[in-house]
Antibody
Framework: QVQLQESGPGLVKPSETLSLTCTVS????????WSWIRQPPGKGLEWIGY???????NYNPSLKSRVTISVDTSKNQFSLKLTSVTAADTAVYYC??????????????WGQGTLVTVSS | EIVLTQSPGTLSLSPGERATLSCRAS???????LAWYQQKPGQAPRLLIY???SRATGIPDRFSGSGSGTDFTLTISRLEPEDFAVYSC????????FGQGTKLEIK
């Protein structure tokens, strides 16, 4: 059974960099796309971006200037960095695996989510 | 960017009733790229439907998806107590975008 676990600081100061890691267990990080998704308190979901195990990344244009997603296949991990954070970046951050069955993509495995609060 | 608008924002129904949730796109979406998720408080989203109409593994057959182009629908034929949750649609164009969600609450 594939499991994803987010880790990283729960509190980040304004203007600093938010850094999270997602550790994948029970399966290989290879041959899949891996995404970060966030959800501000009481609001809807927002896709941040994905990375392929080979290192190819794609970001949401609304965040592209501040986001970097990287992958470490040797550790079965991928990571998120979001720079210059503000209170608007306070959210539960999820990592998720994207599977494509017969060309139909979907997120089949999700982490439990981690709340990151931006505050001084 | 494709904007997904879900309606209604909140749907109040009783167990045993039929629920019909709408997801409308600002431009045409390939049916292959439309999915539905269920989310309960404090939990990660759970995949229900992918490819607009294919049920995910383990999802009861009371859940069904339909639609094409700009109009998609999630139907729950007979509501069970565990179905009361927030439902979101997601399109996998570039960039991926979610609808704002429909809260299905007990009447």
């Amino acid at each position: 059974q594939v499991q994803l676990q987010e880790s990283g600081p729960g509190l980040v100061k304004p203007s600093e960099t938010l850094s999270l890691t997602c550790t994948v267990s029970g399966g290989s990080i290879s041959s899949y796309y891996w995404s970060w998704i966030r959800q501000p308190p009481g609001k809807g979901l927002e896709w941040i971006g994905y990375i392929y195990y080979s290192g190819t990344a794609n970001y949401n244009p609304s965040l592209k200037s501040r986001v970097t997603i990287s992958v470490d296949t040797s550790k079965n991990q991928f990571s998120l960095k979001l720079t210059s954070v503000t209170a608007a970046d306070t959210a539960v951050y999820y990592c998720a695996r994207e599977t494509s069955l017969s060309g139909d993509p979907y997120f089949d495995y999700w982490g439990q989510g981690t709340l990151v609060t931006v505050s001084s | 960017e494709i904007v997904l608008t879900q309606s209604p924002g909140t749907l109040s129904l009783s167990p045993g009733e039929r629920a019909t949730l709408s997801c409308r796109a600002s431009q045409s979406v390939s049916s292959k790229y439309l999915a539905w998720y269920q989310q309960k408080p404090g939990q990660a989203p759970r995949l229900l439907i992918y490819g607009a109409s294919s049920r995910a593994t383990g999802i009861p057959d009371r859940f069904s998806g339909s639609g094409s182009g700009t109009d998609f629908t999630l139907t729950i034929s007979r509501l069970e107590p565990e179905d009361f949750a927030v439902y979101s649609c997601l399109q996998y164009g570039s960039p991926y975008t979610f609808g704002q969600g429909t809260k299905l609450e007990i009447k």
